[in-house]
Nanobody
Framework: QVQLVESGGGLVQSGGSLRLSCEVS????????MGWFGQTPGKEREFVAA????????FYADSAKGRFTISRDTAKNTVDLQLNNLKPEDTAVYYC????????????????WGQGTQVTVSS
C-alpha cells in the first residue's frame, strides 16, 4: 500500500518560511518523480515543484523560482519543500505526489497523492 503523508504546514507571516515534508511508504522515492502542488478553494491543483527520479533535475513554477527548494532524502524516503519569503498568495493546501511520467508539471503525471497540508500566509 502506497502512502504519502505531508507535514509542516501552518500559519506564518508574510516574508516567513516553512519546511514541508512528505513521508512516503510503499514505494522508494529514488525510483520515482516527486512533485508538490498547491490548491486553493475552487481551483485546480497547480504545479509548484518537482524532482526527478535521479534526484538530479528539479523543476519549479515561475512563482516558486528563487523562493522554494525541493529536495529528497532517499535514506528517510522523504521529499521536502522549503518555502522562503512567503507571500499571502502562497496560501494553499500543499500536496505531495509520486509518479513516473516523463513530464512532471501536471497533476495527471502522478499516480499517488497525500492528503495535503495547509499553508496560510498572513499579510
Amino acid at each position: 500500500q502506497v502512502q504519502l503523508v505531508e507535514s509542516g504546514g501552518g500559519l506564518v507571516q508574510s516574508g516567513g518560511s516553512l519546511r514541508l515534508s512528505c513521508e512516503v511508504s510503499g514505494r522508494e522515492v529514488r525510483y520515482y518523480n516527486m512533485g508538490w502542488f498547491g490548491q486553493t478553494p475552487g481551483k485546480e491543483r497547480e504545479f509548484v515543484a518537482a524532482i526527478d527520479s535521479s534526484g538530479g533535475k528539479r523543476f519549479y513554477a515561475d512563482s516558486a523560482k528563487g523562493r522554494f527548494t525541493i529536495s529528497r532524502d532517499t535514506a528517510k524516503n522523504t521529499v521536502d519543500l522549503q518555502l522562503n519569503n512567503l507571500k499571502p498568495e502562497d496560501t494553499a493546501v500543499y500536496y505531495c505526489a509520486l509518479g513516473n511520467a516523463l513530464i512532471m508539471t501536471k497533476s495527471s503525471d502522478y499516480m499517488f497523492w497525500g492528503q495535503g497540508t495547509q499553508v496560510t500566509v498572513s499579510s
